[in-house]
């Protein structure tokens, strides 16, 4: 089947400017994270959704990221006002559940480069 | 707070060569403990996952260790190929705690030469 799809895959924008990034879970997964990655760093978490219960968005940099999951599947992830320095990928992965042992599957991730 | 770190940052071995990789964490409770594969501008894909009681576990050519008394996982590749070269992710989970109750490392950048 069709695992976790993210769009765009690049994304270009200027200082300034807002993006909005999309995530499309492998259906039937309750859980859905968010994380950013920059060159040659670990997996930074930023968000994370489960089920219908509320986000847990201890992992947000600043109040210009913000997340939503609508109907709970497909995400957006938009960041406002761009800054160089959130210019990393952003990666997105589901989950069949929040039970432990389940696996995570990634995204492709969208690589945003702010100028 | 829950750490995992993982050693070497980077690692050059030729093709045909074995290589171990390290993962060393402070996660506290502890619940499993995964390795994933993170190809060039693809997302990380899971290799194994073990649990408090296993010790080894194999994916073909890759095989993990745990040893949750003093908290080390290894992760050997046998016979390394051109097609290994990425970075590889331990992940520890616990019960509980932000982000799920995951803790990443920064990962070992393996790169196989031919």
Request: aromatic fraction near 8%; include cysteine.
């Amino acid at each position: 089947g069709a695992g976790v799809s993210q769009s765009p895959s690049n994304k270009v924008t200027e200082k300034g400017k807002d993006v909005e990034l999309r995530c499309d879970p492998i259906s039937g997964h309750t859980a859905l994270y968010w994380y950013r990655q920059s060159l040659g760093q670990g997996l930074e978490f930023l968000i994370y959704f489960q089920g219908n219960s509320a986000p847990d968005k201890s992992g947000l940099p600043s109040d210009r990221f913000s997340a939503e999951r609508t109907g709970g599947s497909v995400s957006t992830l938009t960041i406002q006002r761009t800054q160089q320095e959130d210019s990393a990928v952003y990666l997105c992965a589901s989950r069949p559940s929040r039970v432990n042992t389940d696996t995570q599957y990634f995204g492709p991730g969208t690589r945003l480069t702010v100028l | 707070k829950n750490q995992v770190e993982q050693s070497p940052q980077s690692l050059i071995i030729l093709e045909g060569k074995n290589c171990t990789l390290q993962c060393n964490y402070t996660v506290s409770p502890f619940s499993n403990l995964r390795w994933y594969k993170q190809d060039t501008g693809r997302g990380p894909v899971s290799l194994t996952i073990m649990t408090f009681s296993e010790n080894t576990k194999s994916n073909g050519r890759y095989t993990a260790t745990l040893d949750a008394d003093t908290k080390q996982s290894s992760l050997h590749i046998t016979a390394s190929q051109l097609s290994d070269s990425a970075s590889y992710i331990c992940v520890v989970s616990t019960s509980g705690g932000g982000a799920d109750g995951l803790t990443f490392g920064k990962g070992t950048h393996l790169i196989i030469q031919p």
